[in-house]
């Protein structure tokens, strides 16, 4: 079956740390984003990217960073100098080929604690 | 302003009644509009898109859209204990899709 995944589910950080969140897609869909959740909150865009090599800042891009080597993958570096990261952290893709009216699919999301 | 207004709720309803929920957005340029539903601890998952004016129905759920007054809802039909929810209302926004908070609606048995 066709689908984003997400990993880990959760995942523990101290403070200082560098984390890297895994999303890894089968859909061939060409665009891809990273989301950010807070309780009680809705999604707030991190990053975005349309193509391969090529990635935009979200509207809360500070101390996040991304990469885009192969159309499958958008991982999410959660570093040191973000100074809230913990959050529920979700990504998701579109195919660009396809008319305004389709949405995006989810992954099950990475609920990312700093202890 | 908020790109994205929705009132946060909770919204409770009696099973079996309607359920109307409510989003204004400020982005006139917004072409069309979908609406999540999230499960608590869950990823959002789509219900709905509409980019006409006018109503457009799916089964229980129908979504209205009032570009002129920058306004799109959801109905939900026979409301169920399995539709309580956070529901999001999101207009694209050129290549990205903008999120609302979400309304918190709770269907009573």
Same mark, same amino acid.
């Given at each position: 079956?066709?689908?984003i ?16 969140l895994?999303?890894?897609?089968? #859909? ?14 809705? #999604? ?14 979200g ?16 991982? #999410? ?28 699919t ?10 | ?8 709720g909770p919204l ?13 957005y ?66 694209r ?17």
């Open positions: 079956d066709g689908g995944t997400q990993s880990p589910k959760y995942l523990f950080r101290k403070e200082g740390q560098n984390v890297t895994s999303c890894e897609q089968n #859909l061939n869909h060409d665009a891809m984003y990273w989301y950010r959740q807070d309780p009680g909150q809705g #999604l707030r865009l991190i990053y975005y990217s349309q193509i391969v090599n090529d990635f935009q800042k509207d809360i891009a500070e101390g996040y960073s991304v990469s885009r080597e192969k159309k499958e993958s958008f991982p #999410l570096t959660v570093t040191s100098a973000q100074k809230n990261p913990t959050a529920f952290y979700l990504c998701a893709s579109r195919d660009r080929g396809t008319g305004v009216n389709y949405g995006y989810f992954g099950s999301g990475t609920r990312l604690t700093v202890v | 302003q908020k790109e994205v207004e929705q009132n946060s409770s309803v009696p099973e079996g009644a309607i359920a109307s929920l409510n989003c204004t400020s982005d006139r340029v917004s072409q069309s509009f979908f609406w999540y539903r999230q499960y608590s601890g869950k990823s959002p998952e789509l219900i709905m898109s509409i980019y006409s004016n006018g109503d457009k129905e799916d089964g229980r759920f129908t979504a209205q859209l009032n570009k002129a007054s920058q306004y799109v809802s959801l109905l939900i039909r026979d409301s169920q204990p399995s539709d309580s929810a956070t529901y999001l209302c999101a207009p926004n050129f290549q990205k899709l903008v999120f609302g908070t979400g309304t918190r609606l709770l269907v009573s048995p």
